[in-house]
Nanobody, 127 residues
Framework: QVQLVESGGGLVQVGGSLRLSCAASGRTFSSYPMGWFRQAPGKERELVAAINWVGRSTYYADAVKGRFTIPRDNTKNTVYLQMNSLKPEDTAVYYC????????????????????WGQGTQVTVSS
């Protein structure tokens, strides 16, 4: 069974940094694309960042471009979300997800492209 476990969330001040981790098991992690989504209270879940299976193609939402990065370490079955220059509007529950199709060279941009999700980790940015 596929499991994704996020960690690293918490409370941070405006301008601060956090690194989220997502450890995967139950699937050949290195073969699949990964994504990070977030959902703020009263809002739809949105894609924040995505990375293809080999790690050479990434996508970032406009709201986080230049501040967030999505590295992956296939030797540790882990994908990260490095968040810098955090803003109050980054406050949300963050979820990692694993793509449905392995060996895809593209990054997946919609929720339907992912079939397993983590439990989420809260990120709160205080002003």
């Amino acid at each position: 069974q596929v499991q994704l476990v996020e960690s690293g969330g918490g409370l941070v001040q405006v301008g601060g940094s956090l690194r989220l981790s997502c450890a995967a098991s139950g699937r050949t992690f290195s073969s699949y694309p990964m994504g990070w989504f977030r959902q703020a209270p009263g809002k739809e879940r949105e894609l924040v960042a995505a990375i293809n299976w080999v790690g050479r193609s990434t996508y970032y939402a406009d709201a986080v471009k230049g501040r967030f990065t999505i590295p992956r370490d296939n030797t540790k079955n882990t994908v990260y979300l490095q968040m810098n220059s955090l803003k109050p509007e980054d406050t949300a529950v963050y979820y990692c997800a694993i793509g449905r199709t392995r060996y895809s060279a593209i990054t997946y941009r919609t929720s339907d492209d992912y079939d397993y999700w983590g439990q989420g980790t809260q990120v709160t940015v205080s002003s």
